[in-house]
């Protein structure tokens, strides 16, 4: 009885078992902290890329040069977005709509692993509706936070869509 009534009594390495129980729980947190951090930065650069990819529609700069405007389009998007993103598994669809309502006609497809089907690369013409959208899979680096985060898949779904109207850029005594 005495051996047990000294354990009880015993302080010396009561913080290193306290710490040692809470290391994991508190592991795990930090880890689900930086992960959320890292992944909210990386939508947030799509979306900033697609509206700078955009800007390039609406104001005509793409329709009016000689380059192929998918290029110049994925160019300045990949220009944005060049750090947490890779750039080459951004999918894109620019597509004309009727109206500012219609968008709603051209809900995003996917393939069986849940990237985005494009339904084209249209940038229309002056004061055209474009819908542009731009799809990323995002991969989650820790495993067990990433399950939770992602559904078991690994992946986020990351997709920014803008519905603009182009600028009129034809102007009269152009030739």
Known sequence: M????????????????????LFIPYLMVILAI????????????????TQSAARMIRTGQLQQSAADPQVQFRDKLCD???????????????????????????????????????????????????LV???????LMTPFIGEILSGNTGYRLFMSTIVLQTEPYEFEGEV
Not at 2 to 16: N, P, S
Not at 34 to 49: D, K, P, V
Not at 133 to 139: E, F, G, I, L
């Open 2 to 21: 005495g051996f047990i009534t000294r354990y009880l009594y015993e302080k010396t390495a009561t913080t290193a078992i306290e710490f040692g129980l």
């Open 133 to 139: 959208r731009a799809s990323y899979r995002y991969r």
């Open 80 to 130: 944005y977005a060049t750090v947490l993103i890779d750039c080459n598994k951004i999918t894109v669809e620019v597509i004309p709509i009727v109206n500012f309502t219609s968008y709603e006609d051209f809900d995003p497809e996917y393939d069986e692993d849940g990237n985005l089907i494009s339904q084209g690369f249209d940038v229309g013409s002056s004061n055209d509706k474009i």
């Open 34 to 49: 930086i992960e959320l951090a890292i992944m909210y930065t990386s939508a947030s650069l799509l979306e900033g890329a």
